[in-house]
């Protein structure tokens, strides 16, 4: 399983763009990268995925650079219900249980 | 619009007591999972499933039993309960086809062990 890591917290503040990086150094071929927000008091629920180059929605954007070793999700003009923790997970596309989660990142977006 | 209901929402449970969560999906998924959440942690896989008749245990399986007797439906069944077993259970399910398989999981199910 490839490990990732992630800063364990960010603050923003409203209307500002959050970068978040995730590494995963020993991502393998077959891996996609996928990113998962949670609320408080709630299951996560998927953002994006993406297994290289640039995958955009209309929540967020996933940069992956050509390596793959690396990733980051962008949220543009970020608000208050932006505040959340933000899982990165790598795995294979298969079933699902090669997902693992790790604490995650803690972004709080402040007025 | 269902997606994964789980229930109960809440529960309190004395030691050595045993119950289950029930755990549900209309998405016709043949995917499902259990995964338990400690206070500022992130998510371990107890239990899962790739279909009916088939499970498998996840990272942390110990004092938990599952089954799946239909694609609807992944019970969990916590044997003796523990102080230790106190957490927030989430159950997933996602379609086992295709690129780009979302993770759906449910609103949790708050457990408490005194």
């Known amino acids: 399983l490839a490990k990732t890591t992630q800063p364990i917290s960010m603050d923003s503040y409203e209307g500002q763009e959050v970068n978040i990086t995730c590494s995963h150094n020993?991502?393998?071929?077959?891996?996609?990268i996928t990113w998962y927000q949670q609320f408080p008091s709630q299951g996560p629920r998927f953002i994006i995925q993406?297994?290289?180059t640039k995958v955009t929605n209309e929540v967020a954007s996933l940069f992956i650079p050509a390596d793959r070793k690396s990733s980051t999700l962008s949220l543009p003009r970020v608000s208050l219900s932006d505040t959340a923790v933000y899982y990165c997970?790598?795995?294979?596309?298969?079933?699902?249980?090669?997902?693992?989660f790790g604490p995650g990142t803690r972004l709080s977006v402040l007025p | 619009n269902a997606g994964v209901t789980q229930t109960p929402k809440f529960q309190v449970l004395k030691t050595g007591q045993s119950m289950t969560l029930q755990c549900a999906q209309d998405?016709?998924?043949?995917?499902m999972s259990w995964y338990r959440q400690d206070p500022g942690m992130g998510l371990r896989l107890i239990h899962y499933?790739?279909?009916?008749?088939?499970?498998d245990q996840g990272e942390v399986p110990n004092g938990y039993n599952v089954s799946r007797s239909t694609t609807e439906d992944f019970p969990l069944r916590l044997l003796s309960a523990a102080p230790s077993q106190t957490s927030v259970y989430f159950c997933?399910?996602?379609?086992?086809?295709?690129?780009?398989?979302?993770?759906?999981f449910g609103e949790g199910s708050w457990l408490t062990v005194v």
């Open positions: 997933a399910s996602s379609s086992q086809i295709g690129i780009g398989n979302t993770i759906y």
């Open positions: 020993n991502i393998a071929t077959n891996d996609y």
């Open positions: 993406g297994y290289k």
């Open positions: 997970l790598v795995g294979e596309d298969n079933y699902g249980q090669n997902f693992v």
């Open positions: 998405m016709n998924h043949e995917y």
């Open positions: 499933s790739v279909g009916a008749g088939i499970t």
